[in-house]
């Protein structure tokens, strides 16, 4: 998948570790590029850098759609929140 911030991956991580693995490496298809990631997480090993905007497409989904393209896209700006 990608890591972004890796608020989710810590706390895999950390359950991991938890459950006794000793060692615990990240693989990631992409990392975005920007400095807001947990401290301490890094992927181990990954496929490309992406820009620090939304991807989709090659499994990775917006709003539920593009999951089945065969390449990497990047909005051109971040998507609003809708309230």
Do not use: F
């Not at 920007?34 to 181990?44: E, I, N, T, Y």
């Amino acid at each position: 998948d990608i890591v972004d911030e890796g608020h989710t991956l810590m706390a895999v991580r950390e359950w991991v570790r938890g459950q006794g693995a000793q060692d615990v490496r990240i693989a990631a298809l992409a990392v975005k590029a920007h400095d807001r990631c947990v401290p301490g997480l890094v992927a181990d090993y990954s496929g490309l850098v992406v820009p620090d905007r939304y991807v989709y497409g090659y499994g990775l989904d917006y709003y539920e759609q593009g999951r089945n393209l065969p390449a990497i896209y990047a909005l051109e700006d971040a998507p609003l929140d809708e309230e």
